[in-house]
């Protein structure tokens, strides 16, 4: 039975509603902290890291509990509601430092919510995106619906990317610190209702409800599947490349830039960005998808992402100062990336039927657990970067007031920009290379391999 445009659109909405929260998490966690709160750049950089290492045991044991869950209401939709809820409130207390706290007991209080935070929204991502397979039957409606989700998701990264530094200093009336608290408690409730209307209108099928396998078959599956591995790999190449330049955007603004209205700049920047990687998964990835084949269009946007950094890092060499002439670079790169967020998750829902050819199980869960591990993992891979990055060139200092731009030629300058430019290119060559390599996979192999599995069951 085909979805019905209810079904999509809730679970289009849940889409929005998580990666909103996600987005203002992986983005501005560290500019929160270190630039605001006055925290070492250096220890937001370990916490953000040590928080991805403990989730490297978290979220496999996450997706073992989803898939040994048997309740009235399926064993999806209870973890997305719990973790949702619980995540909601730990994202407004991670950015609503309490103003007493400093030194040791801020740094605690930062690692504390964090990990936290990290842990609840594991609870509801791996459910959430392991229910594609488990209510599509496959082919092109299960990409038709990876497509829906990630587009979804790219519009609520992209808004709260173009509105943030806005509504901070709007709610906060020029007060970073205030502001962030009550950015957070907004994107927080709005997350709860769009899930709920998510865990509402979503049901999945009663085809995927297997038996629970024991921890050790699990991890043995996982590991049995080379293609889901394949692309939990390229995932953290491309997110951390993608990372690495989201977390320093906003210092590029600031201290290179500059100005007493730097943020104007820089949301008009995110403006332009964020709208062009909400076409690009709505409307350039479909429209491009009719020419070429998936993997062709992956490969495209290699490209494209690669010559944007390339015309990016000449631009800032030239001491580019008109806005308006980023945003070329800036097209190509979000452009790319609308289309890369898309792919990996067809990709990835792929290996799912391809595990259960080849291993004989379905384990959408553990599978959709790695995407979870592998994306926080790239942003706190990217976050420590981004923190030595700035702790070299001490850019990041608390200034609230700057009405001057940074001399362009000096190294502080410069260390910025080769970090935001160089490493992500070195970042997705090495992801293209890998996943050529390795990646099996074809639209032809693809339906092979569903026409098998219909005529074993």
Known sequence: MKLSIKEKASYGLGAVGKDMVYMLSASYILYYYQDILGVSAIAMGVILMAARVFDAFNDPIMGIVVAKTRTKWGKFRPWLLIGTVLNAVILYFMFAAPPSLNGGRLIAYAAITYVL??????????????????????????????????????????????????????????????????????????????ILVTCICIKEKSTVDVDSPSVGQMFRSLVQNDQAMTIVISI???????????????????????????????????TFGGGIQILSMMLFFPLVRKFLSAIKVFYLSFLLAIAGYGILLVLMLFNATSIFVLFVPAFLIFTAFGMLTVLTTVFLANTVDYGQWKNHRRDESVIFSMQTFVV??????????????????????????????VDTSSTSVMGLRLTMTLLPIIGLLAAILYFHKKYILTEEKVAEITEEIHRED
């Open 117 to 194: 935070w990290g842990v609840t929204y594991t609870m509801m991502d791996i459910p959430f995106w392991s229910m594609i397979p488990a209510f599509t039957e496959g082919g092109q409606e299960r990409e038709n619906l990876s497509t829906l989700g990630r587009s979804c998701a790219g519009v609520g990264s992209a808004l709260v990317t173009i509105i943030t530094m806005w509504c901070v200093y709007q709610l906060g009336q020029g007060n970073e610190r205030t502001g962030f608290a009550r950015f957070a408690l907004i994107l927080a409730l709005l997350f709860v209702a769009f």
């Open 376 to 405: 926080k993992l790239a942003s706190g891979v990217a976050a420590l970067i981004a923190s030595i990055c700035l702790s070299l060139s001490h850019l990041s200092k608390d200034t609230s007031d700057i009405t001057e731009v």
């Open 236 to 270: 953290v190449l491309i997110n951390c490349s993608l990372y690495i330049t989201s977390n320093l955007v906003i210092y590029f603004f600031k201290y290179d830039f500059g100005g007493e209205t730097w943020y104007n700049s820089y949301t008009l920047f995110n």
